[in-house]
């Protein structure tokens, strides 16, 4: 059965630390990675990623991937309670006969204390 | 440009009743899926509809079904409604399948 697993699955930490959230899959038809951040209801897209090794960044987020060991992580550096949200991990597969459809992880709720 | 907009936000109905929620996808946008969120989990896959057609089901039951008309907006519908069914349901639409997802807000669906 196709799966995807999020730690921790929450964290408080203070405004100005450094925090990393994980995931790891396993799927049978993997397409792609994606990190969203969900704040009250539409979670918002943070990164897609699909090749190995190669990290994406955006401000003080970041992501990469890791197809040979079936993970990804998503740190946040310099925390500021803005960022306290839950973090949700989703796997574009071509499950239920569809293509690209998300199989998501239970979410990491961040919270950031000023 | 309008988002992904999803009718309607709020909605309370009783077990056994009959519900139908709406999405309007991003301009362009000929891909629609339904998410299921409950609390405390992630969302769950219900359906994919691609050009009109269903491309995807998940793991649900008959009760659920959904269509897509040819402006590409799309409707859930959901039979003989149960406690359980409470729940956030989220739409999400792209440009083709399998590229990136933009979700709309949901429409949050409590059954008393």
């Known amino acids: 059965e196709d799966k995807v697993v999020q730690s921790p699955l929450s964290l408080v930490v203070h405004e100005g630390d450094t925090v990393t959230l994980n995931c790891s899959y396993e799927?049978?038809?993997?397409?792609?990675l994606l990190w969203y951040k969900q704040e009250k209801k539409a979670p918002t897209f943070l990164f897609m990623l699909t090749s190995s090794g190669i990290e994406k960044k955006s401000g003080r987020l970041s992501s990469i991937l890791d197809k040979k060991e079936l993970f990804s992580i998503l740190n946040i550096t310099a925390t500021q309670t803005g960022d306290s949200a839950v973090y949700l991990c989703?796997?574009?597969?071509?499950?239920?006969?569809?293509?690209?459809?998300?199989?998501f992880g239970k979410g990491t709720k961040l919270s950031v204390k000023p | 440009d309008a988002g992904v907009t999803q009718s309607p936000t709020h909605l309370i109905k009783t077990r056994g009743q009959h519900v139908t929620l709406r999405c309007s996808p991003i301009s362009g946008h000929k891909s629609v899926s339904w998410y299921q969120q409950v609390l405390g989990q992630g969302p769950q896959f219900i359906f994919q509809?691609?050009?009109?057609?269903?491309?995807g089901r998940g793991n649900f039951p008959d009760r659920f079904s959904a269509r897509q008309f040819p402006n590409y907006s799309s409707e859930l519908n959901v039979n003989a409604l149960l406690l359980g069914d409470s729940a956030l349901y989220l739409c999400?639409?792209?440009?083709?399948?399998?590229?990136?997802?933009?979700f709309g807000s949901g429409t949050r669906l409590t059954v008393v």
């Open positions: 509809y691609y050009e009109k057609e269903e491309r």
């Open positions: 989703a796997v574009g597969t071509n499950y239920g006969g569809s293509q690209g459809n998300l199989i």
């Open positions: 799927v049978t038809n993997f397409r792609s």
């Open positions: 999400a639409s792209s440009l083709e399948q399998g590229l990136g997802y933009t």
